[in-house]
């Protein structure tokens, strides 16, 4: 159902200005990870996907995320 995830290695400042930059640049939603934590500074590496979509959903966020191995 959910996914959190590592992001360390993509480079950005934390897990905030990643999931911006996913909303903004490649069309997929996440939840940034610190805002699970009470100690906000243990989840600025990590993001929460979501997948109770529509297949058709999953497959086109699948495609978009593709594109972030080839840059």
């Given at each position: 159902y959910y996914i959190m995830t590592?992001?360390?290695h993509f480079g950005f400042a934390d897990d905030i200005a990643?999931?911006?930059y996913l909303v903004k640049d490649v069309?997929?939603?996440a939840v940034p990870g610190s805002s699970f934590y009470r100690n906000a500074d243990l989840?600025?590496?990590k993001l929460r996907?979501?997948?109770?979509k529509?297949?058709?959903t999953l497959h086109a966020a699948i495609e978009r995320l593709?594109?972030?191995?080839t840059r």
């Open positions: 590592d992001i360390a990643f999931a911006r069309g997929v939603a989840g600025r590496t996907f979501c997948f109770c529509k297949d058709e593709r594109r972030l191995a």
